[in-house]
């Protein structure tokens, strides 16, 4: 069946990091939505919507999934400027090398993420409370 005539269903097995989806856990039944950032045009909008209104309560939360949407924007001019570059007559295997370039940049975005979580714990505390005695 044609994905775009068949609704939610089950297409991934989530767990969490912190063992909280195992049996007896907190998240043992909860339903998550995988979004393909990479592959589905639609994730832009979907991660700046819930980068908004999560930012009051989310405020680092609402930034890196911003930090991501631009990354993503920039891809997809990428590819839109690659696609207009070859149809002009420009090398492609030239063009690939410095799309593949950017591609990985959204790789560095999220290790520059999980980097900032293992130095300032999960929920950056640590950061928050040497800025506050340094001020």
Known sequence: MDDRNRGI?????????????GIGGKHEHCFHFVIDVDHDPYAGAALMAYAEVCAEEHPK????????VNKITTISNARAFLEEAVENGTDPETLWA???????GIGEVISQFEEDEAENGDDGEEKKEEETKNK
């Open 9 to 21: 269903y089950r297409k991934f097995f989530v767990s969490r990091v912190d063992g909280s989806s």
């Open 61 to 68: 939360l609402s930034e890196d999934l911003k930090k991501i």
């Open 98 to 104: 410095w799309f593949q370039g950017e591609k990985e």
